[in-house]
């Protein structure tokens, strides 16, 4: 409710805070729009993002690193992103790295020159030794894609990191500080090897053609959602069941995308978050090792990874492949919230003759009611499916509801109400073009 001002409001005006003075509500500014994924990663987030961002004013990243891959087909081209906001493509937005992304310099500027703050090389060697240690120790390993991103994290935690404002403030100082970082690492990494004086001569150099770029985000943030009405999107890295705090720990990335990311990752209060989308596939996809229930181990995972294309755009690794678990997508909402879902790749399922659709979890015989937190319990699941006739009908022409088959819509149907969550858009193919938007 709005206040209404009256002469008797203004009355102690000279003295704030006074006893019986009233105060205007504050206006809460422009509000954001989050696109989160709502699975493992690799959701089609790109697609709901370029979408949004069509009319976006401000498009930012608020955590992950070169971790994360986006792919974008805009008018028949592909562009695969990492660190770059997809909705760099827009030419009327600003595209903003905020405080929580890890950056690594050379493929900040590799990514840009190819697509016409925190990341350094060791810490990818580091990322590497790490892995392998692991894998000699416990006889596994994380299945990072070894991009320096959990080291780079792991600097930030333990205060020694290094930021874009320190590499663009006193050099004498960042280099001292840079050099103590690489012994740091090689007292724990005997073998890790830096040529740090050529290090510094490129990083000098990034920092100059950095300069023009940096703003503080926090007051850049601040004026945009005060000023002028302005229409702000927030890309989420990864997805939730990839949340340090949230996934499924260790098997997770080092930074929390889930919804809180956006505010501590942009310096914006929640008051100004709006609509969050959650991201899910048609089915499930998970990179890398660590438990999977619904992971189908035979011809309907392989078809849905040949016929998806489930190949990594980071690290070029196929992924894995199972039905489509509503445990961990409802489990997703639960954190985030969400307003509404964009159902990716549906077509991928045309050709099936059923589809199954994992709707609980089950542990000596028993419905649990929860995700649980602990991994050695997930390994141990059963999952309880429900089955649903497929449509055998090719959905890749589809532009709007009325043109998917009955089959589809109740698939789409039977996934809204277990969620609670509207679905807002249902993507049928790779373009822009082919993301239906129901309402």
């Known amino acids: 409710m709005s206040h209404t001002w009256s002469a008797k409001d203004q009355k102690n005006t000279s003295q704030p805070g006074a006893v019986g003075q009233k105060r205007p509500r504050n206006d809460t500014g422009n509000k954001v729009t989050v696109v989160l994924g709502a699975q493992w990663g690799d959701e089609g987030k790109g697609k709901v993002v370029d979408l949004l961002a069509t009319e976006a004013d401000v498009v930012c990243r608020c955590q992950g690193g070169n971790n994360a891959g986006h792919t974008v087909v805009v008018d028949g081209k592909e562009y695969d992103f990492h660190l770059l906001p997809s909705g760099i493509i827009n030419p009327k937005s600003i595209s903003l790295i905020g405080?929580?992304?890890?950056?690594?310099?050379?493929?900040?500027?590799?990514?840009?020159?190819?697509?016409?703050?925190?990341?350094?090389?060791?810490?990818?060697?580091?990322?590497?030794?790490?892995?392998?240690?692991?894998?000699?120790?416990?006889?596994?390993?994380?299945?990072?894609?070894?991009?320096?991103?959990?080291?780079?994290?792991?600097?930030?935690?333990?205060?020694?990191?290094?930021?874009?404002?320190?590499?663009?403030?006193?050099?004498?100082?960042?280099?001292t500080r840079f050099k103590n970082l690489v012994h740091h690492y090689q007292s724990m990494y005997p073998s890790l090897e830096v040529d740090i004086e050529d290090q510094l001569k490129k990083l000098k150099e990034y920092a100059e053609r950095l300069r023009p770029m940096v703003r503080d985000g926090v007051y850049y943030m601040n004026e945009a959602l005060h000023g002028p009405?302005?229409?702000?999107?927030?890309?989420?890295?990864?997805?939730?069941?990839?949340?340090?705090?949230?996934?499924?720990?260790?098997?997770?990335?080092?930074?929390?995308?889930?919804?809180?990311?956006?505010?501590?990752?942009?310096?914006?209060?929640?008051?100004?978050?709006?609509?969050?989308?959650?991201?899910?596939?048609?089915?499930?996809?998970?990179?890398?090792?660590?438990?999977?229930?619904?992971?189908?181990?035979?011809?309907?995972?392989?078809?849905?990874?040949?016929?998806?294309?489930?190949?990594?755009?980071?690290?070029?690794?196929?992924?894995?492949?199972?039905?489509?678990?509503?445990?961990?997508?409802?489990?997703?909402?639960?954190?985030?919230?969400?307003?509404?879902?964009?159902?990716?790749?549906?077509?991928?399922?045309?050709?099936?003759?059923?589809?199954?659709?994992?709707?609980?979890?089950?542990?000596?015989?028993?419905?649990?009611?929860?995700?649980?937190?602990?991994?050695?319990?997930?390994?141990?699941?059963?999952?309880?499916?429900?089955?649903?006739?497929?449509?055998?009908?090719?959905?890749s022409a589809a532009r709007k509801w009325n043109d998917l088959p009955a089959k589809a819509q109740n698939y789409i149907r039977f996934i809204e109400n277990h969620i609670g969550v509207p679905i807002k858009w249902v993507g049928v193919g790779k373009s822009r073009e082919c993301m239906i938007q129901m309402f």
């Open 99 to 175: 405080n929580g992304v890890v950056i690594h310099l050379p493929g900040l500027f590799e990514e840009g020159d190819k697509n016409d703050k925190k990341v350094f090389d060791f810490h990818q060697v580091v990322d590497g030794l790490q892995e392998s240690e692991r894998q000699a120790q416990e006889g596994k390993n994380i299945g990072t894609t070894k991009k320096g991103i959990g080291p780079a994290y792991s600097s930030k935690a333990s205060r020694t990191g290094l930021r874009v404002c320190d590499l663009l403030g006193d050099f004498k100082d960042f280099s």
């Open 229 to 395: 009405p302005k229409k702000i999107l927030v890309e989420g890295a990864n997805a939730a069941l990839l949340d340090i705090d949230f996934g499924t720990y260790p098997f997770v990335t080092s930074s929390n995308c889930t919804v809180g990311g956006a505010c501590t990752g942009l310096g914006i209060p929640p008051l100004n978050i709006g609509d969050v989308f959650g991201v899910a596939k048609a089915y499930t996809t998970r990179v890398g090792i660590g438990a999977f229930p619904t992971e189908q181990l035979n011809a309907v995972g392989e078809l849905l990874q040949t016929r998806g294309h489930e190949v990594g755009v980071t690290t070029g690794r196929k992924r894995r492949c199972g039905w489509l678990d509503l445990v961990i997508v409802r489990y997703a909402h639960m954190i985030n919230g969400f307003t509404a879902i964009a159902l990716t790749k549906l077509d991928i399922l045309d050709v099936l003759d059923e589809i199954k659709v994992g709707v609980a979890y089950k542990l000596n015989g028993k419905r649990i009611p929860h995700f649980p937190a602990n991994m050695d319990v997930l390994h141990k699941v059963e999952v309880e499916y429900e089955t649903l006739p497929g449509w055998k009908t090719d959905t």
